[in-house]
């Protein structure tokens, strides 16, 4: 089991960058052995999974909306997985949370009932 606290969320303008990051403040298991995704809410929808990285071999998954602009990375040491977000846009917008799941990537790694443990989520707002 492992908690996940989500941080960097705000408000930025089309075009521009946002770093998100999930770092695990309790932890039972090392975090090298979860896979970790980020995923996306707004209002009145369902999660929208965007991207994940694989347990031990760190493989990167991504959703064809944010292919080519965000990145996910990993800092085992830190407990911590990133979501570099470029070239933003106003579809962008929404809760972002990350989950994880004590495995290697799950067989549907954008499916919400594959992650057991979910952070509180972060408020990123892309406007002019």
């Known amino acids: 089991q492992v908690q996940l606290v989500e941080s960097g969320g705000g408000l930025v303008e089309p075009g521009g960058s946002l770093t998100l990051s999930c770092t695990a403040v309790?932890?039972?298991?090392?975090?090298?052995?979860?896979?970790v995704a980020w995923f996306r809410q707004n209002p009145g929808e369902g999660r929208e999974g965007i991207a994940c990285i694989s347990s031990v071999d760190d493989d990167t998954y991504y959703s064809d909306s944010v292919k080519g602009r965000f990145t996910i990375s990993r800092d085992n040491d830190k407990r911590t997985v990133y979501l570099q977000m470029d070239s933003l846009k106003s579809e962008d917008t929404g809760v972002y949370y990350c989950?994880?799941?004590?495995?290697?990537?799950?067989?549907?790694?954008?499916?919400?009932?594959?992650?057991?443990?979910w952070g509180q989520g972060t408020q990123v707002t892309v406007s002019s």
């Open positions: 309790v932890v039972t298991t090392p975090f090298v052995f979860y896979s």
């Open positions: 989950a994880a799941a004590p495995a290697r990537a799950p067989p549907d790694v954008f499916s919400d009932v594959e992650y057991g443990d």
